[in-house]
């Protein structure tokens, strides 16, 4: 059985709350924002912003990070994924994970942030990201190909396909903690004509859990949503794959859809 590092409770208790989602709106809306902009768009006192971020913060629905002085704040899919995969899925048909894309669909932000908490070590989460094989098992069928040196290549291949998926670069490595490289997507004309972007896989261990946040920016003010709507299905799947040693069953070829 999956465990939810969160809380189940607490991200339902966090999402009956009209202000709060009306936080997640705002984030979905525009992604990154600071506590006074977003104090800004509400006729509550800056102790109440504060107070219901928090919240939405300790349920794993946003995460923060720091830029200078500011505390900005993104929407974290990931508990929403999760939701939808333990008690929606499996009573649905296929397509409607489609539909289950809720708050990843996000426009003119240059940062995406997710993060998830899964129980098990930094090395072994080191090696499910880092080994070709198995990869494929919670990246439904892509490969990830690299022999994982500062300089070398990260090819993406999908299985019963020749072409490159995606391509990019090791810039920084440092396992079993740190991992940026950059990427471009490949599978279409619309998404290629987009360039590189950069993702950054950062491990923490906390008690006898991982933390994982997975930030991927250097995107274009706009860019087109197939580069990154896919990271809560494949953190999910990542998640899923450690803990139970399962496969998640919702199709691959939505995460580019």
């Not at 599978?187 to 987009?194: M, P, Q």
Request: proline share 4%.
């Amino acid at each position: 059985m999956v465990t939810y590092s969160w809380g189940m409770d607490a991200v339902f208790k966090a999402l009956a709350d009209p202000t709060r989602r009306e936080l997640l709106d705002e984030l979905f809306r525009q992604d990154g924002q600071s506590l006074g902009a977003l104090e800004a768009r509400f006729d509550i006192t800056r102790f109440g912003v504060m107070k219901h971020l928090k919240q939405l913060e300790d349920s794993g629905l946003i995460t923060t990070k720091r830029q200078g002085r500011e505390k900005l704040h993104f929407l974290n899919p990931v508990p929403i994924r999760l939701v939808y995969d333990r008690w929606v899925s499996k009573y649905s048909e296929p397509w409607v994970a489609g539909l289950s894309d809720l708050k990843t669909r996000l426009e003119n932000t240059m940062e995406k942030v997710y993060e998830i908490y899964i129980k098990t070590t930094p090395e072994r989460l080191w090696d499910a990201i880092t080994d070709h094989d198995i990869r494929a098992k919670f990246q439904f069928g892509t490969h990830v190909t690299s022999d994982w040196k500062v300089g070398s290549h990260v090819e993406i291949t999908t299985t019963g396909s020749p072409d490159l998926f995606g391509d990019g670069e090791i810039l920084e490595i440092d396992p079993p903690t740190r991992l940026v490289h950059t990427m471009i997507a490949l599978w279409g004309d619309d998404v290629r004509e987009e360039g590189f972007s950069r993702v950054t896989w950062e491990i923490e261990q906390v008690a006898d859990s991982c933390r994982l946040t997975v930030t991927h920016d250097q995107l274009r003010d706009g860019a087109n949503d197939q580069l990154y709507s896919g990271w809560p299905m494949i953190l999910s799947g990542l998640k899923t794959w450690l803990e139970t040693g399962e496969i998640l069953t919702t199709p691959g070829s939505l995460l580019y859809t």
